[in-house]
């Protein structure tokens, strides 16, 4: 009911993966019709194009893809003011249709405005491009976990303690707060 039954583990069939685009299609069919307050037709007429490499948003111009979620696109960007790179999460134009996904990205963006803590991203500025949200991020260069166990095999053991304690910090920061991460994955480890 939350959203958070979409994740395929790895390796998936394109079986698997066919009947989850099903599923979700017929979830979101059914809430289509149970949500009144959902009647937003959704036709690629009325949405902003996605940004692509090149692409300017406020002050930042897009270098690079970095990655991406079911609501949202990262790309590495460079500031035109002070030449810096950052990261730039903007949410996607099909879920900026929806009006609790765009609450809940604007709520990250303000959680993300508290936090200054060596093991969390900083947070940098936040705005809006064509009516969508967009937050800017320090830019953290190398490989997430995931990448690295993939290329690079096992992480050596005084490493794995130095990075479990960087992620146990930053864990209690933000439970120091009352904030339950929800996302803590190698994806979203650097």
Not at 2 to 16: C, L, M, Q, V
Not at 40 to 49: D, L, N, Q, V
Not at 68 to 96: E, P, Q, R
Not at 125 to 139: A, I, N, R, T
Request: charged content about 25%.
């Amino acid at each position: 009911d939350s959203g958070a039954d979409d994740f395929i583990p790895k390796p998936f069939g394109p079986a698997e993966l066919l009947t989850r685009v099903k599923l979700h299609l017929a979830k979101f069919a059914n809430l289509q019709k149970k949500n009144d307050s959902i009647k937003a037709e959704i036709t690629h007429s009325k949405r902003p194009e996605i940004p692509y490499i090149g692409d300017k948003i406020d002050q930042f111009v897009i270098t690079d893809s970095l990655g991406w979620g079911k609501s949202s696109i990262v790309f590495k960007v460079n500031s035109l003011k002070d030449k810096k790179f950052y990261s730039l999460k903007i949410l996607a134009t099909h879920a900026a249709e929806f009006p609790d996904v765009v609450s809940r990205f604007q709520n990250e963006m303000a959680i993300m405005e508290k936090f200054n803590h060596p093991n969390i991203v900083s947070f940098i500025e936040k705005g809006f491009h064509h009516s969508v949200p967009f937050v800017v991020m320090e830019y953290v260069e190398g490989l997430d976990l995931e990448g690295y166990l993939i290329t690079k095999g096992k992480v050596p053991l005084q490493n794995c303690f130095v990075i479990a304690y960087g992620i146990a910090g930053a864990i209690s920061e933000l439970h120091s707060h009352k904030i339950i991460h929800r996302d803590i994955k190698l994806k979203n480890i650097l």
